[in-house]
């Protein structure tokens, strides 16, 4: 056990019940978290894991598949004593929501399978399904009152993205399940949230005094959040099809990361307190008109091209993609955050597929030192001073000032002081996903999103959806896979006489 793990606690006696087990989430991230866990010694004593499919399989081919899914996808060397100890407690039971009998009959099994193992009646339901599925799910699981908390066990249902496709449907999701469990029961998930670097925004901005008296809008020139995929669509071409970049990535990804570059201080390290200021961040993103929505966006769609030794076929020719199809690979937007702090502050977003380079990053641009103290030197301009939080594909932090040029003449340059996490701290490869599952099981959420945040996300968003449907192809703009995506993407900062820092 690492000394991290020595001091967290365990969690209690649970069941932890996988919606979609025979999926690609489940074989990808969920099993490798879950054995993650287990050979650092993070899960409880008294565990089953209960895999929910439509149809009846044996539990041997189910372990069987679950393994093979491990050996493919682990973060790490798998250890077969600790993989077979962990898959040995998976059972399979069949479960359909358009089979209500099916969920009664789930219930009795869960019910005996939690006697044999003394869980306690703890239950942490996940649903690795298609989002279509999730009302209909927790409805059944209501009915049955399988989420019912009483005599002390506590119930959980985890949420993936996406959780609603605009506005109005992400109401329409927060108030079913809001009549099925409380607010506490909910845990919605976004895997970028379990990642350290990201973790780490609020204990570089609040552990450190050097930073938070320089993060406000008078030493703060803008900000970038960068989410770039190297990628193409792939296979997911109807999914894709139907829900386009600005969805897919800007209410939960994307404003996952501005919330914890812009929020205000919490009272205290506490899930209620962190949430809420979160929530209030993003309730004070500017609403735009149509008019400013267009103007403060870019959309880009890919066309052929090459990434590395990789082709990448032209985005309308992709299986399941409408040949005249309008949905945007590519979205780059300039936001405003009404507030004391960021009042006068852009913050630029973009993410994008089948571009050159992968690349998570927040950039923080701070304002330029005045020029008059080396106006007599060979100096034309100062590099910038930017702090860059490096999520993908290195996780770490750098800071970018200027120096001067050894040398008898006055000649400045800029430099780079830079952490690597793997350079100083030698952790163990991860999914993500270990911190979120373990936050489930203790009963932690101050790293899920609440009702109200997910809410405010698509309210900001909601204006760019609507501005493009009515546009429709207007203004969607072609790149070429492999390039930095469409050129008016740059234009977006240019005519505030700002530039995307250099990615590479």
């Not at 809001?178 to 973790?199: A, P």
């Not at 373990?438 to 609440?450: E, K, S, T, V």
Request: with cysteine; proline share 5%; net charge neutral.
């Amino acid at each position: 056990m690492t000394d991290a793990a020595s001091k967290q606690k365990k969690p209690d006696p649970c069941s932890f019940v996988i919606f979609g087990v025979t999926g690609d989430l489940a074989h990808r991230l969920v099993i490798p978290a879950l054995y993650n866990l287990a050979a650092t010694d993070l899960l409880p004593d008294k565990f089953c894991i209960v895999g929910i499919a439509r149809k009846a399989m044996p539990n041997e081919a189910l372990r069987d598949s679950l393994m093979k899914g491990l050996r493919e996808f682990a973060t790490r060397p798998v250890d077969d004593a600790i993989a077979k100890r962990l898959l040995e407690c998976v059972t399979c039971i069949a479960a359909d929501p358009k089979d209500p009998a099916s969920f009664d009959r789930m219930r009795e099994q869960l019910e005996r399978l939690e006697a044999n193992r003394a869980t306690g009646g703890n239950r942490l339901f996940y649903l690795a399904t298609p989002p279509g599925a999730f009302a209909p799910i927790a409805r059944e699981l209501g009915r049955t009152e399988l989420l019912k908390e009483d005599g002390g066990a506590w119930r959980r249902l985890i949420v993936e993205k996406p959780f609603g496709t605009d506005l109005e449907s992400a109401k329409a999701l927060n108030n079913e399940l809001l009549k099925i469990v409380d607010e506490h029961q909910i845990y919605r998930i976004d895997h970028y949230l379990g990642k350290e670097t990201v973790q780490n925004i609020l204990v570089l901005r609040f552990a450190n005094g050097m930073f938070e008296p320089i993060w406000n809008r008078n030493h703060i020139d803008h900000v970038q959040i960068t989410v770039d995929e190297k990628l193409g669509v792939g296979h997911r071409g109807s999914f894709y099809d139907a829900t386009g970049a600005l969805r897919d990535m800007v209410p939960n990804h994307l404003f996952q990361l501005l919330s914890l570059v812009a929020m205000e201080p919490p009272i205290r390290f506490d899930a209620h307190s962190v949430r809420s200021e979160k929530a209030d961040v993003l309730a004070a993103i500017q609403t735009q008109s149509e008019t400013e929505a267009l103007r403060n966006s870019v959309r880009g769609q890919y066309q052929g091209g090459k990434i590395g030794d990789a082709e990448i076929e032209d985005y309308r020719t992709t299986e399941d993609v409408k040949p005249d199809s309008t949905t945007e690979t590519y979205v780059a937007l300039k936001l405003t955050i009404d507030n004391w702090r960021w009042a006068g502050v852009p913050f630029y977003l973009r993410t994008g597929k089948a571009l050159g380079v992968k690349r998570t990053e927040v950039a923080i641009k701070f304002k330029q030192a005045p020029f008059a103290m080396f106006r007599d030197t060979p100096v034309d301009r100062l590099s910038q001073n930017y702090l860059v939080i490096s999520v993908e594909p290195t996780e770490g932090i750098t800071l970018q000032f200027n120096t001067k040029v050894p040398g008898p003449v006055i000649s400045i340059d800029g430099v780079e002081m830079k952490f690597r996490y793997k350079d100083y701290f030698k952790a163990e490869p991860s999914t993500g996903y270990e911190t979120l599952i373990y936050d489930c099981m203790i009963g932690d959420n101050i790293l899920f999103q609440r009702a109200d945040s997910v809410e405010a996300g698509w309210q900001a968003v909601q204006p760019f959806l609507d501005a493009w449907k009515k546009a429709g192809a207007k203004g969607l703009e072609t790149y070429k896979a492999g390039s930095e995506g469409p050129a008016c993407g740059d234009e977006l900062l240019r005519r505030d006489g700002r530039s995307w820092r250099k990615l590479g």
